[in-house]
């Protein structure tokens, strides 16, 4: 069966799509878990899917079981090869969260690769699996090659490439391959810029703004007291010049 490769331009606002197990490729019968929000909170968010047979498809009872009345969540119980496809959370004006690209094969080799984005200087493991036919699960395998936007990069005996610290550099389509049980798809491993802290003001510039600060609160301080003293001289004066009945 030919790999299917799909890919989302939808804007991240709001709702967070949450994947489990956090990985983009799946054997068939595996389950798939996907939520939109994070901490409980996804209301007014529909979770949709794009695949080669259906555009904008909500979770129903044809392809996945919604844990919730709101349909922003799904469990896809028994996943097959035409679930491969984007996935991403809608809210009701329309907006789009972050898709996720989900590969479903009905080969014997998957790359385990993060579905969601990582950040840079976490760190990352791709690990080669083989399916299990007795037990129908993924296991690593001893030795495996691993290919990184189809370039070769070389043999691990571990059957794992790890990144101590993933930089943009690392980002790109990854795939891997075993000596018997043959290759797995490949897999877009998205690396995001770690949020830089805001830049320190530098003390003088700090001291130099809370004087000036100071000076204004002085100022109009100074600047309605004078007001309401003239004010009550004005009164005085004219209560002074008032002639007697």
């Not at 990184?148 to 790890?162: E, H, I, R, T």
Request: charged share 20%; glycine share 6%.
């Amino acid at each position: 069966m030919k790999e299917i490769i799909l890919f989302s331009f939808l804007s991240a606002v709001g709702a967070t799509l949450v994947i489990q197990p956090n990985t983009s490729q799946f054997f068939w019968y595996e389950s798939i878990t996907l939520t939109c929000g994070e901490a409980g909170s996804p209301d007014g968010w529909l979770l949709k899917r794009n695949t080669s047979a259906h555009t904008s498809q909500m979770c129903n009872s044809d392809w996945g079981v919604s844990s919730s009345a709101t349909r922003s969540s799904c469990v896809i119980k028994d996943a097959y090869p035409p679930d491969s496809g984007v996935y991403w959370c809608q809210s009701e004006l329309g907006e789009n969260s972050h898709s996720v690209n989900v590969t479903v094969t009905a080969g014997d080799v998957i790359l385990k690769s993060p579905a969601l984005p990582v950040t840079e200087g976490d760190a990352v493991t791709l690990l080669c699996a083989a399916k299990e036919v007795k037990s129908g699960k993924a296991a690593p395998d001893s030795s495996a090659k691993f290919y990184k936007d189809g370039v070769f990069l070389g043999n691990q005996s571990a059957g794992s490439v790890a990144f101590s610290k993933v930089s943009k550099s690392d980002e790109g389509f990854y795939s891997c391959e075993l000596p018997v049980e043959g290759k797995s798809p490949q897999s877009w491993l998205a690396v995001q810029a770690r949020a830089e802290p805001p830049p320190l003001v530098p003390m003088p510039r700090l001291v130099c703004a809370v004087l000036l600060f100071v000076l204004h609160v002085v100022m109009f301080t100074v600047c309605v007291s004078v007001h309401r003293h003239l004010a009550k001289a004005r009164a005085d004066s004219k209560k002074g010049a008032s002639p007697e009945r």
